[in-house]
């Protein structure tokens, strides 16, 4: 087991998650455009690399726990200082970036999160006008005028 494998998880996982920010930005913009085909496709489309990214993870936990490391960021970095000189600061550098896309689709994973629960708000509220309409009118006079189920008086006359 060598560092080369436990950076060749990390460069994986960094492209895998420059791919679920494209993901995101897509279902975002698909929660925005209330497009839910699209949106139902992008989804699945981000169960599978999300699935890559907990494969990945695994496979740069065993390593770094079969080097004696403790599976973490504190492990990752003591594992780079006792790499060569020359190959730290590049392996530094690709970790950091990995960091920095991991917390940037925690954030986009949150605001989408918001704007579901947003979307859903409305349409409750939505369906709830609807239902309450649909439950006050019994039927329609012959002018197209709602009338209330105890039939006492005319809804929309004002």
Known sequence: MSTELVMNTV?????LFLALQAIQNRIHQQLLSRDISALQQTLKEQSGFVSKVR??????????????????????????????????????????????SIVYCQELNKLNGKVQARLSSVTRRL??????????????SSNGVAIPMDGHHEIGNA
């Open 11 to 15: 460069l994986e996982a960094r492209e």
């Open 55 to 100: 494969q990945n993870a695994t496979l740069r936990s065993r390593l770094l726990k079969g080097m004696g490391y403790e599976v973490s960021g504190v492990g990752i970095k003591k594992m780079i200082a006792t790499m060569p000189v020359s190959q730290r600061e590049t392996a530094l550098s690709e970790w950091i970036k990995l960091e920095q």
């Open 127 to 140: 369906l709830n006008m609807m239902n309450d309409h649909f439950y006050r009118v019994g039927t329609y």
